[in-house]
């Protein structure tokens, strides 16, 4: 049985967590490096926030937003 969770621990530590190491070590030498991930994650979260803002509006000129309360029925 301790040959199957150190089967599960070796897979974990040298498979699964190989990229976070990488960047770990990475980070020692070279933040900026280390972090571009990062950047890229909050680049695409902004695009996508624009995005839907200008779909927001998009709908609402065309008055296809429902903003009755009775829209559901636990609010009549």
Same mark, same amino acid.
């Given at each position: 049985?301790?040959a199957?969770?150190?089967?599960?621990?070796?897979l974990?530590?040298?498979?699964?967590? /190989? *990229?976070?190491?990488?960047?770990?070590? *990475?980070? *020692?030498?070279?933040?900026?490096? /280390?972090?571009?991930?990062n950047?890229?994650?909050?680049?695409?979260c902004?695009? /996508?926030?624009?995005?839907?803002?200008k779909?927001?509006?998009?709908?609402?000129? !065309? !008055?296809?937003e429902?903003?009755?309360?009775?829209?559901?029925?636990? *609010?009549?």
């Amino acid at each position: 049985m301790k040959a199957f969770f150190d089967g599960i621990q070796w897979l974990f530590e040298n498979i699964f967590f /190989a *990229l976070h190491n990488f960047l770990r070590r *990475l980070e *020692l030498k070279h933040w900026f490096a /280390a972090n571009t991930i990062n950047w890229i994650f909050m680049a695409i979260c902004a695009v /996508a926030i624009v995005y839907w803002c200008k779909q927001l509006v998009l709908h609402k000129e !065309n !008055n296809e937003e429902n903003q009755d309360t009775t829209a559901h029925s636990f *609010l009549k």
